[in-house]
């Protein structure tokens, strides 16, 4: 009996079924790839939106009431918090606990400053080596978030109990030092912080100051 091979037709058909499948297939793998690229970019941004709110909670966390040296020489103290709410500066403030892993010589506390920078739209924590750094002392700079719209702060009142833009009461300006040594010390029972991301919308959180 004589064998009988493959016509072309039915190799044509074979060829076109393999065509279709590794089609079928790059395209499963290519969408599979672009999935992951995806959720590798979102769960880089979960991060660092938790990272961020997570260092704001432990700085308001920490929060102690020591006044600081201006550092633009003019020889007034500055007190333990200063708010402003809304504008680029949101807020400057003394806080303890500074963790020292490395026990390097330097002291626990430090003066922290937040700042809305909205030219590239970006949360940035600002901080000094010490609580009363030397006179127009440069600030070291981190980026805590990024795609952000805009930042409010507001300050809840131990007198009156109502929510303030800024911080401290009855804070004027002019002479040496024009607040009196309580004024200086004078902390808020909260900090409401709302910011608004280009991605995730508007997220609130209240943090209790410890008095």
Request: hydrophobic share 45%.
């Amino acid at each position: 009996m004589r064998a009988r091979g493959f016509t072309l037709v039915e190799v044509m058909i074979a060829i076109f079924i393999a065509a279709v499948m590794f089609a079928i297939g790059y395209g499963a793998i290519n969408q599979a790839l672009r999935d992951r690229d995806s959720i590798n970019v979102s769960q880089a941004r979960i991060t660092e939106i938790q990272r961020g709110m997570r260092v704001v909670a432990q700085d308001f966390a920490q929060v102690v009431a020591r006044p600081a040296r201006d550092t633009g020489g003019t020889g007034q103290l500055m007190p333990a918090i200063v708010g402003t709410g809304a504008e680029e500066i949101l807020v400057t403030f003394s806080r303890a606990g500074w963790s020292n892993p490395a026990g390097v010589p330097r002291p626990a506390e430090q003066r922290v400053r937040y700042r809305y920078n909205a030219v590239d739209h970006s949360l940035v924590r600002e901080h000094w080596l010490s609580v009363d750094p030397a006179l127009n002392t440069e600030p070291r700079r981190r980026v805590l978030l990024s795609k952000v719209e805009s930042v409010e702060m507001r300050f809840l009142d131990p007198a009156s109990r109502n929510w303030r833009t800024d911080w401290p009461p009855n804070m004027t300006s002019g002479g040496a030092n024009p607040l009196q040594t309580d004024q200086l010390l004078f902390r808020p029972l909260a900090i409401e912080f709302t910011i608004v991301l280009e991605d995730w919308g508007r997220v609130l959180r209240v943090f209790e100051i410890p008095t």
